[in-house]
């Protein structure tokens, strides 16, 4: 089998939000199509071609339809769209309520083939304070900005805004675009008050997802951008690991 495709295609795209409105955005597409080795040995021109089809209305609804009309031009055995594009939401502040747009990286991943798959990914940043830091020192303690990449494949329509919430609601404390001073002692206080390992922020995640009821399956990392060490720290715990861990209990 090979796996032939376009990459890097930079398109706008128009995403539902939960206020009952149309965002409009800019995404980095990906198609691709996985060939018996005895098909066409070139199927870019159909791919680009059924990408054109659909450029007036990108969003997540094509997504069933485009990838069966490229299996079915190319008598391929699956195909598979990625969408990977910047998600804004309006945040205000924990105490001036002053607002500011925060940025979410996030992505739909379709699959087509013997079965039909639909991932969604939210990358979601948020402050970690160490808690060994905060135990062994007489004042302070380091904290950093880390990042959870939460992909889900869900049961039925999840909103981006409740993935994004969903993860957000994990860390030491949330992140936040716009800040004044009443506000930056509110976070920094509350992150202190609230020490976490980044296995400690994965786990949390992991729960949360676990028992959504939408959620039929998921995967967490979470990446801490360390402030004193020249590297950063990592966890990831998906939905197949917590089973087989409660099962081994």
Not at 167 to 182: D, Q, T
């Amino acid at each position: 089998m090979t796996s032939v495709g376009l990459k890097d295609i930079v398109h706008p795209i128009r995403i539902r939000n939960k206020a009952g409105g149309l965002q409009e955005t800019v995404a980095d597409l990906g198609l691709r199509a996985t060939m018996p080795r005895q098909g066409r040995e070139s199927c870019v021109g159909v791919l680009v071609a059924a990408l054109n089809r659909y450029q007036a209305d990108m969003s997540a609804a094509i997504f069933p339809k485009l990838l069966a009309e490229v299996r079915g031009e190319l008598e391929a055995e699956s195909a598979t769209l990625e969408m990977a594009f910047p998600f804004f939401l309006a945040k205000a502040a924990p105490v001036t309520g002053t607002t500011s747009l925060m940025e979410y990286r996030c992505q739909f991943t379709g699959t087509s083939g013997a079965g039909s798959d639909l991932f969604l990914t939210v990358r979601v940043p948020v402050t970690t304070l160490c808690p060994c830091s905060k135990e062994i020192s007489s004042a302070g303690a380091h904290n950093q900005r880390a990042l959870i990449e939460l992909c889900v494949r869900p049961r039925r329509f999840l909103w981006l805004e409740d993935l994004i919430s969903l993860a957000e609601s994990c860390g030491s404390c949330e992140v936040y675009a716009l800040l004044k001073r009443p506000d930056e002692k509110h976070v920094t206080e509350a992150a202190y008050r609230n020490p976490m390992f980044v296995e400690d922020v994965v786990r949390q995640v992991a729960q949360r997802a676990l028992a959504h009821p939408d959620i039929n399956w998921f995967s967490v990392g979470v990446e801490s951008f360390e402030s004193i060490h020249n590297h950063s720290a990592y966890a990831y715990l998906d939905a197949d690991g917590l089973r087989e861990g409660d099962q081994a209990q």
